[in-house]
């Protein structure tokens, strides 16, 4: 009779088990890159690191610096970018001269033409990403103290099959300035209240100065118009979901109840 209770509760954890799935666990990270752990990226086309490493739970996570222009002829044109660990947060030099040595930047010509920079931030699997923040991202006043202009930078997001799922615009007006002490008065934090969006399941991140998009006008100078953006990018705080736990399969714990229910048939057959 006792082992009949004992086989009752068994079925009823397995009904349990199979209408009640386990919600995942989220492991939480911070990649601040002007930490001096990330240094190795100096001077490097590429940079990966592992977190977590030899687990079930690692991640690997990969910068990846571009910088591109046109010539004459219009045809596209690499200009051989490096990451450059400076002010607090990553950037990226190139050869295309003058103004392209420290930032994340748009605002050096080559050839008549604009150069773009970009950093690139990818994983091993699939992210949240809950905030990022960048430094050397200012307001800019003029000789009132009007705002008359500020940065603005761009990021695009991508699934795990390199679809875009954000293609998005942020500026120096959007947020506080932030902690005074950090990368002067031009360091931002910006998360989803600040963005308007939720950064999940993403594969990897794109950052690119954006002077085509400054808010409420062109970077302006001493009243002169320029036509300016860059800024570090700081880092990340990224979430991402905890491998499970092995735990029983209801199919094998019926399985194990149909087998003791037919050994104490077979037991009180011989009795």
């Known amino acids: 009779m006792r082992l009949f209770k004992a086989l009752a509760v068994v079925a009823a954890m397995t009904i349990t088990m199979s209408a009640s799935p386990a919600v995942a666990d989220m492991i939480n990270l911070s990649l601040d890159f002007g930490d001096p752990s990330w240094s190795g990226a100096g001077n490097q086309t590429s940079y990966s690191r592992t977190f977590n490493s030899g687990t079930t739970d690692e991640l690997g996570v990969t910068l990846t610096a571009r910088s591109w222009g046109h010539d004459h002829s219009g045809h596209q044109v690499d200009y051989n970018a490096k990451i450059t660990q400076h002010g607090g947060g990553l950037g990226v030099k190139d050869i295309a001269g003058p103004g392209s040595g420290h930032l994340i930047d748009d605002n050096t010509f080559r050839h008549g033409n604009r150069v773009e920079e970009s950093i690139e931030v990818s994983f091993s699997k699939p992210v949240d990403i809950n905030s990022f923040w960048v430094g050397d991202f200012f307001q800019e006043q003029n000789l009132f103290g009007q705002v008359t202009g500020w940065e603005a930078g761009k990021f695009i997001a991508y699934d795990a099959d390199g679809n875009i799922i954000y293609n998005m615009s942020f500026n120096a007006g959007q947020v506080s300035l932030g902690d005074p002490g950090y990368l002067g008065y031009g360091r931002r934090l910006y998360d989803d209240s ?68 037919g050994a104490v048939a077979i037991r009180r057959r011989r009795s």
């Open 194 to 261: 600040t963005l308007g969006i939720n950064l999940s399941n993403i594969s990897s991140i794109a950052f690119f100065a954006d002077s085509d998009n400054m808010n409420p006008g062109s970077w302006r100078i001493l009243g002169g118009i320029g036509d300016k953006s860059n800024f570090s990018l700081g880092g990340l705080n990224v979430s991402y979901e905890k491998t499970a736990d092995p735990t029983p399969e209801p199919a094998t714990v019926l399985l194990l109840a149909s087998g003791l229910l």
